[in-house]
């Protein structure tokens, strides 16, 4: 069975320091990876996709950025964090172009002071 | 762009009552529809998915019907329990951005023993 991977849990970070969150899926190939922030009292932002290795689409300019190294690892990183990026960060993945589910991790809380 | 709405925003039910959670989508042209449900702090649990060809799909007490054509979907959810207090989202996948998902705000649900 699939399952999906995310660390840390939990994060806190101040101002101006780097970030790397990590996501990595088991019992599947080739899969479309997704970052999404949630943050309090909204819906869920999509912020980048990705179809392979190396291929990364982002949705919403910011001082984030994703990388693919890996088939089934996608990493979220800042070199410089903002107040406003704190928020609860999840990643999903689906197989197939169009007709397949979407599957959640466990998510990041992470805490921008 | 495809907008999700979800009403209401909150909903409180007495335990044992029947309840129907709404979503509505701008854009009907879609491969399929997702319901999802979110503990506090934890990730998306997938609950149903409807392919745009077909009209319902039930799991349980959960049964989540499909209107493409007016741009609408429901989640019944038969004889309601405490354990079902959470947040419920939906969630479309257009054909116009294929890989992209859409998601609602949201509908939080407390069920009162």
């Known amino acids: 069975s699939q399952t999906i991977h995310q660390w840390p849990a939990t994060l806190v970070q101040p101002v101006g320091s780097p970030l790397s969150l990590e996501c990595t899926v088991e019992?599947?190939?080739?899969?479309?990876l997704y970052w999404y922030r949630q943050a309090a009292g909204r819906g869920l932002q999509l912020l980048f996709y990705?179809?392979?290795?190396?291929?990364i689409s982002s949705e919403v300019p910011q001082n984030l950025s994703a990388s693919r190294p890996q088939d089934r690892q996608f990493i979220l990183s800042s070199k410089k964090l903002l107040l406003s990026d704190s928020g609860f960060y999840l990643c999903?993945?689906?197989?197939?172009?169009?007709?397949?589910?979407?599957?959640f991790g466990p998510g990041t809380r992470l805490t921008v002071l | 762009k495809q907008e999700v709405t979800q009403i209401p925003a909150a909903l409180s039910v007495p335990e044992g009552e029947n309840l129907v959670l709404n979503c509505s989508f701008t854009?009907?042209?879609?491969?399929?529809l997702q319901w999802f449900r979110q503990d506090p702090g934890k990730g998306l649990t997938s609950l149903l998915l409807?392919?745009?060809?077909?009209r319902e799909q039930t799991s349980g007490r959960l049964n989540a019907s499909l209107d493409k054509s007016s741009g609408r979907s429901t989640l019944y959810i038969a004889a309601s329990q405490p354990g079902d207090s959470a947040t419920y989202l939906c969630a479309v996948r257009p054909i116009r951005t294929g890989n992209q998902f859409y998601f609602g705000t949201g509908t939080s649900l407390t069920v009162i023993p």
């Open positions: 999903a993945w689906s197989v197939g172009l169009a007709h397949n589910e979407q599957f």
């Open positions: 854009d009907s042209a879609i491969y399929n």
């Open positions: 019992g599947t190939s080739n899969p479309n």
């Open positions: 409807i392919q745009s060809s077909q």
């Open positions: 990705s179809v392979g290795i190396g291929q």
